[in-house]
């Protein structure tokens, strides 16, 4: 399962091809009530047990983000690689204010002095003395804003806190121009599954030497199967919001269009023996050999299910022409 290797865009660090999202393992968190950013409660052991799961079968790269359950995520993460972290490359991000003891969300601070705070909670969380990728989270960030703390980050690097950083952007504008810029920058977070191709942006990531790393690879969850039967989400779930950029969701339950765009491609998704997640991976993998997908979990399962993908590979070509064709329509 293991086979599958990547590297990090132009950083050199060698990473499994499929990354663990470690998003949803962060808990429940909001804003004043109104507003859930989490996933949903969770098993901090079941957390664990999956994470070692995932390492035991091939998994090198987690990805997470200091305000994911307001820090949970980071320590639930740190803990359970503690006595391995040489072997692991982990990824968090910066951006987004919040309270660890009420687990409240708070605004975004692109200020470099909230980059450093940010980063120190962040390790200590970790229990680390280095971060492989800090990616800036703030996506709509002006990239002059976005450019005016790259000399911070550089900084960080030299000193040997951070190896590389990146940006969690959906702009390819945004991401071309602060990879241009900015040396050290080395891979790009964007939305991406076979159901909403970029196009763009993965050509920006393959000319400028950037790791294009997969968000949503599974479209929050559709491309697992388990929501045709029209079950909805906890009321604590971020997939319940009303959010402009949820789309795969409709007041907590999947949104028919899309499940029936699922539909036309189970078929060719599902041959070989694939699951139609592994599936859906196996077309990221086949889209460009700059994408690393990190699928979610929660669940000792769920991270086998997904690590499985890797003894499948790639789409056939085949197979990928197939897929195109289908959804053709849809795009």
Known sequence: MAAMRRILGRSG????????????????????????????????????????????????????????????????????????????????????TFDEQTRGAGGSDSSTAYLRSCLEGSLRRLGTDYVDLYQLHIGDLPVAEALDLAGTLEELVAAGTLRAYGWSTDDPAKAEAFAAQAPHCTAI????????????????????GQASINRGPLAMGLLSGKYHDRRQVAGNDVRRMDYA????????????????????????????????????LAWLWARSPATIPIPGFRTVAQ???????????????EEFAQVEKLLAATR
């Open 13 to 96: 660090i060698e990473v499994s091809g499929l990354g663990m999202g470690c998003w949803a393992i962060g808990g429940p968190y909001g804003n004043s009530g109104t507003e859930q950013f989490g996933w949903g409660e969770v098993d901090d052991e079941e957390s664990t047990r999956a994470l070692h799961r995932a390492f035991d079968l091939g998994v090198t790269f987690y990805d997470t983000a200091s305000s994911y359950g307001a820090g949970h995520s980071e320590k639930v993460l740190g803990a359970a690689f503690r006595d391995r972290r040489d072997e692991v490359v982990i990824a968090s991000k910066w951006g987004y």
């Open 189 to 208: 977070q964007h939305d991406v599954s076979v159901l909403r191709d970029t196009p763009v942006m993965i050509a920006v990531c393959e000319a400028s």
């Open 245 to 280: 950029w949820m789309t795969y969701f409709k007041d907590g339950a999947g949104s028919p269009e899309w499940l029936a765009a699922i539909d036309g491609i189970r078929d060719v998704l599902t041959g070989g023996g694939r699951t139609l997640a592994q599936g859906a």
């Open 303 to 317: 991270v086998e299910e997904n690590a499985g993908a890797l003894a499948h590979g790639p789409l056939a070509p």
